[in-house]
């Protein structure tokens, strides 16, 4: 079987597997006791935090730990927008979007009058000028992904950090697709909050972190003096290592697995060359997501046929509950109406893949394109 859709989630290292297990072991107490096991514990925790903290070139008081890149983006969203809506109601956001950035976003809007900006996709990209020209007074936060999670497509995040220099609003950058993948450095980038998940690069599901300048945001769960008393719930220390481990794997082998993961996109477009095909992508996209299409070739059926030959790929977000639903983002860049919203395939690539698994995929796709 082959694995190609890394962007939905990655497998665990073996290191990550270890250092997990290792923990199991060795390390149950809880991290806010304060006797010798629950030292021991918030000992670790303590080191895992400065781990992703060297790695994002930032201090460890700046990182928090959550479930996910869907609780860090809630939390920042319902978080800051409610305890600043003094200050202004107006919030934006871009339209290639993950659902766990615009559905927080809806809720403020329907439950607490808030207005919402939804920049649309310009020549086939996000434009750091039509954010400028949405910016109003009251605008209270920018919120934009780093990299997309269906076409690998780069948003302009050095450009927006620069023009919000001159303005009140908070930037919030969703890096879930980005961090352990290319460099992240928030403080270079102006990045005042920054979404991170940890089963996007090798390491366990239902973990996360916040990186946050300043804490500037209302609880979003609240019962306990956890994570600096801004997050209440124990610490989910196991998973943390992991994470720790899988972020500090990949910025150690980061230039590496980039190489590694461009010579695998050029295989596949390579192998394509005598197909009728078309890449749904900017020219400034990570190499990590291909997000492609046959004419005339329906993506649900092609999705089926790869399945049943062993050959794991999307057609968009996982977070549609497995379901083949048109894709919003390929709506926003090419229309409701464009035919690329029923014949686009994701396929996403690790490191961990091979050239010969490419090569596999391709040969199994010529015998049911033919």
């Known amino acids: 079987m082959i694995y190609f859709d890394n962007a939905a989630t990655t497998p665990l290292l073996p290191e990550v597997i270890d250092k997990m297990s290792e923990t199991m072991k060795t390390t149950f107490g809880n991290p806010s006791s304060l006797h010798a096991h629950g030292r ?3 000992k670790l925790l303590r080191e895992s935090r400065e781990q992703i903290a060297q790695s994002l070139h930032t201090l460890p008081n700046r990182i928090f730990f959550t479930s996910g890149g869907s609780e860090s983006n809630n939390t920042v969203i319902k978080g800051y927008c409610l305890k600043h809506q003094a200050d202004g109601k107006h919030i934006i956001t871009t339209a290639l979007e993950h659902h766990a950035v615009l559905e927080p976003i809806e809720y403020l809007v329907e439950r607490f009058g808030f207005e919402v900006t939804i920049v649309q996709p310009r020549e086939g990209r996000i434009q750091a000028s039509d954010i400028k020209a949405a910016l109003r007074p009251d605008t209270i936060l920018v919120s934009t992904m780093f990299a997309n999670n269906e076409t690998g497509d780069l948003l302009p995040i050095k450009e927006i950090g620069e023009l919000l220099k001159d303005h009140p609003a908070a930037f919030h950058v969703d890096a879930v697709q980005a961090v352990g993948k290319v460099p992240v450095y928030p403080e270079e980038l102006g990045i005042d909050f920054l979404s991170a998940s940890a089963h996007k690069f090798h390491g366990p599901k239902g973990v996360g972190f916040l990186y946050a300048a300043v804490p500037d945001f209302d609880n979003l769960i609240h019962g306990g003096d956890q994570e600096n008393k801004m997050r209440a719930s124990t610490e989910n220390l196991i998973s943390i290592v992991g994470m720790a481990t899988a972020l500090q794997q990949a910025t150690l082998h980061q230039e590496e697995n980039f190489q590694q993961v461009q010579k695998l996109g050029q295989e596949l477009v390579n192998g394509l060359a005598d197909y009728d095909f078309y890449v ?6 990570l190499p990590f997501v291909w997000n492609i299409g046959f004419p ?3 993506n649900d059926v092609l999705l089926m046929r790869l399945d049943l030959a062993g050959i794991s790929v999307s057609t ?3 977070c549609t509950a497995g379901t083949v639903q048109p894709s919003h983002v ?5 229309g409701k109406d464009s035919s690329r919203l029923k014949e686009s395939l994701r396929i996403s690539f690790s490191e961990l893949n091979s050239v010969e698994e490419v090569q596999d995929f391709l040969s199994k796709l010529k015998e049911i394109l033919s």
């Open 40 to 42: 021991m514990a918030s």
């Open 280 to 285: 749904n992508a900017s020219d400034d996209h």
């Open 296 to 298: 005339d070739v329906q």
């Open 316 to 318: 968009g977000s996982a």
């Open 330 to 334: 390929l709506e926003a860049l090419y």
